[in-house]
């Protein structure tokens, strides 16, 4: 068996990179997610908004895959600004709970000088376990 790539329904098309590699063995390395919508347009809001489409977008590949957020078991976060996610923490975790509720998985954060698209404020990445029961 090959990897799959994974591109939720409706989508723009990923030029360059997929969205989603789901392996063989039921894993799946979830591209960086930044805060833009299906057609590639950056949600309004600032940090916050796009934190909670870049997470949006992850959801949303893990059940393209067939899974749950629930299965997602490591998420990556790079943040141009870190006094912006420090001064929202609890708007952060608020946002955080309407995508993955209380669902947490292992997560590091680095602090970075940017990222490839200019209006990107995050960008996250992250690993999930698909269960592929054949029957």
């Keep these: 068996m090959k990897p799959e790539i994974i591109h939720p329904d409706g989508w723009a098309p990923a030029l360059g990179y997929a969205n989603g590699m789901l392996m063989p063995d039921g894993t799946l390395h979830i591209g960086g997610q930044i805060g833009w919508d ?16 870049a997470l949006a977008n992850v959801a949303e590949i893990v059940r393209a895959a067939g899974g749950e957020v ?3 078991g490591r998420l990556t976060w790079f943040v141009k600004d870190k006094d912006a996610y420090v001064a929202k ?6 946002a955080y709970r309407r995508v993955f509720g209380k669902h947490f998985p292992a997560m590091s954060m680095l602090i970075i000088k940017d990222l490839v698209e200019d209006d990107a404020l995050i960008e996250i990445e992250a690993t999930a376990y698909i269960s ?4």
């Design 38 to 53: 299906k057609d590639k347009t950056f949600v309004e809001g600032g940090f916050i908004a796009q934190m909670e489409q």
């Design 70 to 72: 629930t299965d997602i």
């Design 89 to 94: 923490q609890s708007e952060v975790g608020q």
């Design 132 to 135: 592929r029961n054949e029957a």
